[in-house]
Structure formats: structure tokens, C-alpha cells
């Protein structure tokens, strides 16, 4: 889960296609959300993910469903509410439930940063506060098959991607293998690792927080510095991914 910015509420979301939308939800019960213009901001705000877990909705059987923070059957009246969607998967959005977030809050990414309340432990999530407790418990983000297994299989393959850069860039450290070739092979590869962790990026949070706490990265980092292969663009990409991890 990473800080999200909620965009400004759709055009044709007037006060008046709120009540109608309200009256209508009322009156049939029918899924009055599902209307494109609410939809697509709700999609490019999360690049595409799931508010919560950060899977990618627009992937098959993971396809978005419309979130609302307040549940719709609690408060009627936020059912269109601007403010109380969020795009989220079939998955989160069936784990939590009905739950009562008003009564019993939790981590709502367009208001609070989930770094203030959440950090990764051995590919689990962990509460650091009450607020995060409540919402690991809530959404069941720690559940095996789906999302722990996942940052185990993200961390093994960023391990070998480090293992592979350590080898290239001790050539260089040695005097072994000095080309330009092989120094921009170095150069782009390691913005490429550290891009993967960006916002836009499926499971940003864990990526970003495997990454930047890795020692093996430290020392390559360290390498890369000392044959002047570190650049600014590195360390602009370091500095954006310590915006999504949970540490």
C-alpha cells in the first residue's frame, strides 16, 4: 500500500447526479458507481492497482471493483460520494466486507501515508500503530498464498538481479572488464532495477522496501559510487522509492 493522491471529484459528478445517484441506490439498490467517468480517475489515480494489496486490476479475475472506504449499506448516503471511493480488487474488496471503518478505522491511502502505520517484516505486513494493526487485520494482508508468497518470489528475483550486478560492476572495480559497454550496461541496469519500484510499478511497497533495505544493494551502491558509475539519476529513483516503502 503506497500514499495515493485522490483526483479532483469528475465534472459530471454534479450535486445533482449525486442525489439522483443516491435516491436511485436507495430506492433498487443497484450499482449506481459503475459509470466510466467514476471509474477511469479512480484507475489512473492507482496506476491501475488495487488501493489496498496493489495488484493490478486490469488483469484478469483481478478486474476493478468500485471500493467504498464507508461501506455503501452502512452509509447510503456516500455511496457516490467522491471522497469515500477507491478502486480496489474483487479480493480486498470481498475481505473487507461490511466492516465499519468509521467505528473501527483503517488506513485510508488518499488520507493517511501508509508508511506512518505500516512497515514490512520478512515479507510480512506489520501494524506500527493501532490504525495498521486494524488494517492488516482487516483486509487479511498477510494471507499466504496471495500476497506473502508474492513479495517472497518479488525479493528472490531482486536478489539475483543484485547477485548479477555485484558480479559486473567487481569486473570493473578489479580492472577485469573496463569498457564504456560494459560500464553502461551497469549504468542502466541498476536505473532499470530501481525503476521497477516506482509508483506506477504492481506492488511498488514491497519492491521499494526490499530494495532500499537490502545490504547486498548498499554494497553494490557503494561499488558503483566508488567507480563513479552512481549517478544522479540513481539517487533520484533511491529517493522517490524511500516515498513507498514501509520501513
Same mark, same amino acid.
Given at each position: 500500500?503506497?500514499?495515493? !493522491?485522490?483526483?479532483?471529484?469528475?465534472?459530471?459528478?454534479?450535486?445533482?447526479? $449525486?442525489?439522483?445517484?443516491?435516491?436511485?441506490f436507495?430506492?433498487?439498490?443497484?450499482?449506481?458507481?459503475?459509470?466510466?467517468?467514476?471509474?477511469?480517475?479512480?484507475?489512473?489515480?492507482?496506476?491501475?492497482?488495487?488501493?489496498?494489496?496493489?495488484?493490478?486490476?486490469?488483469?484478469?479475475?483481478?478486474?476493478?471493483? $468500485?471500493?467504498?472506504?464507508?461501506?455503501?449499506?452502512?452509509?447510503?448516503d456516500?455511496?457516490?460520494?467522491?471522497?469515500?471511493?477507491?478502486?480496489?480488487?474483487?479480493?480486498?474488496?470481498? #475481505?473487507?466486507?461490511?466492516h465499519?471503518?468509521?467505528?473501527?478505522?483503517?488506513?485510508?491511502?488518499c488520507?493517511?501515508?501508509?508508511?506512518?502505520?505500516?512497515?514490512?517484516? !520478512?515479507?510480512?505486513?506489520?501494524?506500527?500503530? =493501532? &490504525?495498521?494493526?486494524?488494517?492488516?487485520?482487516?483486509?487479511?494482508?498477510?494471507?499466504?498464498?496471495?500476497? $506473502?508468497?508474492?513479495?517472497? !518470489?518479488?525479493g528472490?528475483?531482486?536478489?539475483?538481479?543484485?547477485?548479477?550486478?555485484?558480479?559486473?560492476?567487481?569486473? $570493473?572495480? =578489479?580492472?577485469?572488464q573496463?569498457?564504456t &559497454?560494459?560500464?553502461?550496461?551497469?549504468?542502466?541496469?541498476?536505473?532499470?532495477?530501481?525503476?521497477?519500484?516506482?509508483?506506477?510499478?504492481?506492488?511498488?511497497? #514491497?519492491?521499494?522496501?526490499?530494495?532500499?533495505?537490502?545490504?547486498?544493494?548498499m554494497?553494490?551502491?557503494?561499488?558503483?559510487?566508488?567507480?563513479?558509475?552512481?549517478?544522479?539519476?540513481h539517487?533520484?529513483?533511491?529517493?522517490?522509492?524511500?516515498?513507498?516503502?514501509?520501513?
Amino acid at each position: 500500500m503506497i500514499k495515493l !493522491q485522490k483526483p479532483p471529484k469528475p465534472e459530471e459528478l454534479t450535486e445533482a447526479v $449525486v442525489l439522483n445517484l443516491t435516491n436511485e441506490f436507495k430506492r433498487t439498490g443497484n450499482s449506481v458507481w459503475s459509470k466510466d467517468y467514476i471509474k477511469q480517475p479512480l484507475l489512473a489515480m492507482s496506476s491501475d492497482k488495487c488501493a489496498f494489496c496493489e495488484t493490478k486490476i486490469t488483469e484478469e479475475s483481478k478486474y476493478l471493483e $468500485v471500493e467504498h472506504f464507508h461501506h455503501k449499506d452502512l452509509y447510503k448516503d456516500e455511496v457516490v460520494e467522491w471522497d469515500n471511493l477507491l478502486p480496489s480488487c474483487k479480493k480486498c474488496n470481498a #475481505t473487507k466486507g461490511d466492516h465499519d471503518t468509521k467505528v473501527e478505522p483503517i488506513i485510508n491511502p488518499c488520507v493517511q501515508d501508509p508508511r506512518e502505520h505500516l512497515k514490512i517484516w !520478512q515479507y510480512r505486513i506489520k501494524g506500527k500503530t =493501532s &490504525l495498521g494493526k486494524m488494517t492488516v487485520s482487516v483486509l487479511n494482508l498477510n494471507e499466504p498464498d496471495r500476497l $506473502v508468497l508474492k513479495r517472497f !518470489q518479488i525479493g528472490n528475483a531482486l536478489q539475483d538481479k543484485l547477485e548479477e550486478y555485484h558480479e559486473l560492476v567487481d569486473d $570493473v572495480v =578489479s580492472g577485469i572488464q573496463t569498457s564504456t &559497454l560494459r560500464k553502461n550496461r551497469i549504468k542502466n541496469g541498476v536505473r532499470d532495477i530501481l525503476s521497477n519500484g516506482l509508483k506506477d510499478k504492481e506492488y511498488a511497497a #514491497t519492491y521499494s522496501t526490499v530494495l532500499i533495505t537490502e545490504p547486498e544493494f548498499m554494497s553494490l551502491k557503494s561499488k558503483m559510487n566508488s567507480c563513479h558509475l552512481w549517478t544522479q539519476e540513481h539517487s533520484r529513483l533511491e529517493t522517490e522509492l524511500s516515498n513507498y516503502a514501509l520501513i
